[in-house]
């Protein structure tokens, strides 16, 4: 699975990309306002469902099975001590919460990336954004949205090269840097031939964009958002 739109016809398909990028903007600030056990159960139905409108399910978070590790261990570097108790279990819980917060937010973005073309989310991004910076915005994401998969291709490419010569019997950060010299060697060649290819193309920085219109589903949509939002805003508010 990579990091990419996949067509189809689910009802995440035919939303409006600025009331996903609204539910996304509410759901990832909820998230960061309650924090509680309880919080993050009702939150968790909410990003299912998401991935689920989608037409996604376990496999489109295998996308970024790299932040697994990190998120998993995250709780036990944070709960140790070099004294005693040698581990503090409040610690290690209130960053176990934090690390299934951002979690929920990566299952969240999975549906919308699944769900969502390049050239929508750009067009909602430079519509949302007027002027210069909302074009910058907008090629930006359409540029990493295009380039992420290749440089992801490029990586695996490089360490099964790596495999067929024997790599296995090296150690491990030789293996790193074989591969790491490989992934960046050919970000750089990705990143000429891009250059040359939007000269040749003559490169507009306000292209025809694909109109947008808000449809009947969008409005439950906006409507979740906007909740998610204020319901963000309103726990802030009582926290001070």
């Not at 209130?94 to 750009?122: E, N």
């Amino acid at each position: 699975m990579t990091l990419s739109y996949v067509p189809g016809d689910s009802l995440a398909h035919r939303l409006d990309p600025r009331s996903k990028l609204l539910v996304q903007a509410g759901f990832a600030a909820a998230a960061y306002a309650y924090t509680t056990p309880r919080g993050l159960a009702a939150l968790t139905f909410l990003a299912v469902a998401c991935l689920a409108l989608a037409g996604g399910g376990p496999r489109d978070l295998w996308t970024y099975r790299a932040a697994f590790p990190v998120l998993l261990v995250a709780p036990l570097v944070a709960g140790a001590t070099l004294g005693a108790p040698w581990f503090r279990v409040e610690r290690a819980a209130t960053t176990g919460l934090a690390s299934y917060r951002v979690l929920l937010i990566l299952v969240v973005a999975a549906g919308y990336v699944r769900s969502t073309p390049v050239r929508d989310s750009r067009a909602a991004i430079q519509r949302a954004v007027p002027g210069k910076p909302g074009q910058f915005l907008g090629v930006g994401v359409a540029l990493v949205f295009r380039f992420l998969p290749l440089l992801k291709r490029d990586l695996l490419t490089a360490r099964e090269a790596v495999r067929a010569r024997g790599g296995e019997a090296l150690p491990v950060r030789e293996r790193v840097r074989l591969v790491g010299v490989a992934g960046i060697n050919r970000a750089f060649g990705r990143a000429d031939r891009l250059g040359t290819a939007l000269n040749a193309r003559c490169f507009a920085w306000n292209p025809t964009l694909p109109r947008l219109a808000l449809g009947p589903a969008d409005y439950p949509a906006l409507a979740v958002g906007g909740g998610l939002l204020a319901a963000a805003v309103a726990a802030a508010v009582g926290a001070v």
